[in-house]
């Protein structure tokens, strides 16, 4: 488990970044007004004195997405996260952890909670698949995490928000059984995520459980989703034991500012 030393270094390093601050100051966005008139006329030899609307021209609009998101497919993707984002002990991960199958499938008598055990299993937090995913590793701590840029209208990314904040209500402790027959202790609190975005929802799980040969395991995650204007993204940070919160924050941090840096692009490119 990293000490407190070595996160402050982290987050420090990730705050010292030129293009990061330089980032930070610039994150603004700017929203573009538009009118339309229609155009009154008086035909010389009208036998009536009112006036007729000449109907305009109809101008084609270009197709909307489906899933209401602004972002094509290849701003998707340059709105993930990188390895370089959070520090020099992250990498592209391995693959999944195995402790995914272990302690994440599992399902409980409480709807709502057997809902959000279901939603971290597949990763689908945002209430869908995803449009781009990316998984990061972190060889200090074996942490894991999971970032995904959403695929989903902005009101009903405000809806998962809003059951996600239900959450720390509905299921603060509750029990949950595992695939292969393992009792878990499951806790769910509410947790703090920097001020970014339009709107957001953290919250800290904590997972407890017995193996058949008496050992004993705790899978501690991090859960944080953020809508960004049109656009939204969410993470999963977790891992056997303490998980580094440090990274965490930066990601939320670094992803709204991949997010609005991508939207300021494309309004330059038009």
């Given at each position: ?56 021209t109809?101008?084609?609009k270009a ?39 272990g ?22 937090l ?6 781009a995913?990316?998984?990061l ?102 891992g ?13 941090q ?17």
């Amino acid at each position: 488990m990293p000490s407190m030393q070595s996160l402050t270094s982290l987050t420090e390093a990730i705050r010292s970044r030129p293009r990061l601050r330089h980032s930070l100051i610039a994150a603004g966005l700017i929203a573009v007004g538009g009118c339309a008139a229609l155009g009154l006329n008086h035909p010389a030899t009208a036998p009536q004195p009112l006036p007729t609307i000449d109907r305009p021209t109809p101008i084609p609009k270009a197709p909307g997405r489906p899933n209401g998101a602004s972002l094509t497919d290849a701003q998707a993707q340059a709105a993930l996260l990188t390895p370089t984002d959070l520090g020099a002990s992250w990498t592209a991960t391995r693959g999944f952890a195995t402790w995914r199958d272990g302690m994440l499938k599992a399902t409980s008598s409480a709807g709502e909670c057997s809902r959000l055990l279901n939603a971290l299993y597949t990763d689908e937090l945002l209430g869908g698949p995803p449009r781009a995913t990316i998984g990061l590793d972190d060889t200090d701590t074996d942490a894991q995490l999971h970032y995904q840029i959403g695929a989903r209208r902005p009101a009903d990314v405000d809806a998962t928000l809003g059951w996600l904040k239900s959450l720390p209500a509905q299921c603060a402790r509750f029990t949950a059984t595992t695939d292969n027959g393992l009792q878990e202790d499951v806790r769910v609190d509410a947790a703090a995520l920097p001020e970014v975005g339009d709107a957001r929802q953290g919250l800290h799980l904590t997972i407890a459980t017995t193996t058949s040969d008496g050992r004993d395991h705790l899978l501690t995650m991090d859960v944080a989703a953020v809508r960004v204007g049109q656009d939204a993204f969410a993470l999963t940070n977790g891992g056997l034991g303490d998980v580094p919160n440090a990274a965490t924050q930066a990601a939320v941090q670094v992803g709204a500012l991949h997010l609005t840096d991508v939207h300021r692009r494309g309004r330059a490119q038009v």
